[in-house]
């Protein structure tokens, strides 16, 4: 079974970091543009960021920019995000999802929802 499981995730201060692991199996990560979604309490789910699988390019929405940094190692099949400078407002599930292709900080075309991986809970708050 293809799925992603997302580990990292725990309570920090603002200001604070972390670092989000996705972890595949049941498929190759390297044939995939990965992107990182995130889903407060009571709001849409948002994308975070996308790095392609052709050229390693990164994208992010503009909330994210200069603070989390999206990165890849394809012979751990794992991706990641660097979160720096953490706010209050960055509290959400964290999830990660592939796609054929980055459309902007989402790739593209998405798993339905119910085959992504659990989440990691990221809580900013002092």
């Known amino acids: 079974q293809e799925q992603f499981v997302e580990s990292g995730g725990g309570l920090v201060q603002p200001g604070g970091s972390l670092t989000l692991s996705c972890e595949a199996s049941?498929?190759?990560?390297?044939?995939?543009?990965v992107g990182w979604f995130r889903q407060a309490p009571g709001k849409e789910l948002e994308g975070v960021s996308c790095?392609?699988?052709?050229?390693?390019?990164?994208y992010y929405v503009d909330s994210v920019k200069g603070r989390f940094t999206i990165s890849r190692d394809n012979a751990k099949n794992t991706a990641y995000l660097q979160m720096n400078s953490l706010k209050p407002e960055d509290t959400a599930v964290y999830y990660c999802?592939?796609?054929?292709?980055?459309?902007?900080?989402?790739?593209?075309?998405?798993?339905?929802?119910?085959?992504w991986g659990q989440g990691t809970q990221v809580t900013v708050s002092s």
């Open positions: 049941g498929f190759t990560l390297g044939d995939y543009a």
């Open positions: 790095i392609s699988n052709r050229n390693g390019r990164t």
């Open positions: 999802a592939e796609g054929t292709y980055c459309s902007g900080y989402r790739p593209y075309p998405l798993p339905e929802f119910d085959s």
